[in-house]
């Protein structure tokens, strides 16, 4: 079932995809978000829009999402479980659904201890594959997860995470395989800095037939200074930073440059691996890069597909 987003379209006609991240504010600042938007505009197939990322209060993923749609790009609203219960996450999925929103990821959510609300409830009342799972059914069979039946579906185009990265490794492509039973179409990475062991991940998940059902999309993360990557490499749990990164960033004379080229050979290296059908961008507070690193990795002009 096609579902009218122009990101399954994409994929489903075989284009290497190409996903940004963009962040709210702490503000109900309209301007900030429309001027991210104007910057990023046709660099990638649609956007997604992050739900108070960190636990730090941000404007709300929803009316982000429909602040870009008016400049005409197309959103991937994020959901956490951390904030809402089944009704909750249920009833903002009609609402985005409502407002001509197409894609959402699935997401359980970063604890409430990392941010500025520490002394928060958290709720927690599903986790992501049972929200993946919820909305699916939600969909396909039209109805809501305590059984009842609902007159208009939400037409949406389903999308998880994944660290491929984390400890245990082996458990990283059966939580994977789970989501996908689940009913997810796609799924984002978490950046991809160390491309050996992101390409051992990929042939597991090949091996179990996955790339088949669920177009996986590279997370990509431009890192901006020499002490950021080593600051990740020794204290950021589930990522894994090579030394020859560091390395390359210590000795550059122009970093922000040496970021860029970085990028753009990691996007040339992970296209040759097989079962990648495209990459997310996380361009975290330097949006500003994204359309070049488009370009010099030769994904742009995006393709046009008619619905």
Not at 52 to 63: D, F, L
Not at 229 to 244: H, I, L, S, T
């Amino acid at each position: 079932m096609m579902t009218g987003s122009n990101l399954e379209r994409v994929l489903k006609e075989g284009h290497f995809a190409v996903t940004a991240e963009i962040g709210p504010p702490k503000s109900c600042n309209a301007a900030f978000v429309q001027k991210k938007a104007d910057l990023l505009k046709g660099y990638a197939d649609a956007f997604n829009i992050t739900d108070n990322q960190t636990a730090i209060v941000r404007m709300s993923s929803i009316a982000a999402a429909v602040l870009i749609q008016q400049k005409g790009l197309e959103p991937v609203i994020q959901m956490t479980c951390r904030d809402r219960n089944r009704i909750a996450l249920q009833s903002d999925l009609l609402g985005a659904a409502a407002l001509g929103i197409k894609n959402v990821l699935c997401l359980t959510g970063d604890h409430q201890s990392f941010g500025n609300h520490p002394q928060a409830k958290n709720v927690f009342d599903l986790d992501s594959i049972q929200l993946i799972k919820t909305i699916k059914d939600m969909r396909d069979e039209g109805r809501f997860l305590c059984g009842e039946e609902m007159k208009v579906r939400p037409s949406v185009f389903i999308g998880c995470v994944e660290n491929p990265f984390a400890d245990p490794f082996e458990f990283r492509a059966l939580r994977l395989q789970k989501k996908v039973e689940a009913g997810a179409d796609f799924v984002q990475t978490q950046c991809v800095l160390d491309i050996e062991h992101f390409r051992h991940f990929m042939d597991i998940i090949n091996d179990l037939g996955l790339t088949e059902r669920v177009a996986v999309l590279a997370g990509i993360m431009p890192v901006k200074s020499a002490r950021m990557a080593r600051y990740m490499q020794k204290n950021v749990a589930g990522m894994k930073v090579p030394d020859e990164l560091c390395e390359r960033l210590e000795a550059a004379a122009d970093v922000e440059k040496e970021a860029v080229d970085i990028v753009v050979e990691q996007i040339a290296a992970i296209k040759e691996i097989p079962g990648v059908k495209g990459v997310h961008i996380m361009a975290v507070a330097w949006e500003e890069v994204v359309p070049e690193i488009v370009r010099r990795a030769g994904l742009y002009p995006r393709p046009v597909v008619k619905d």
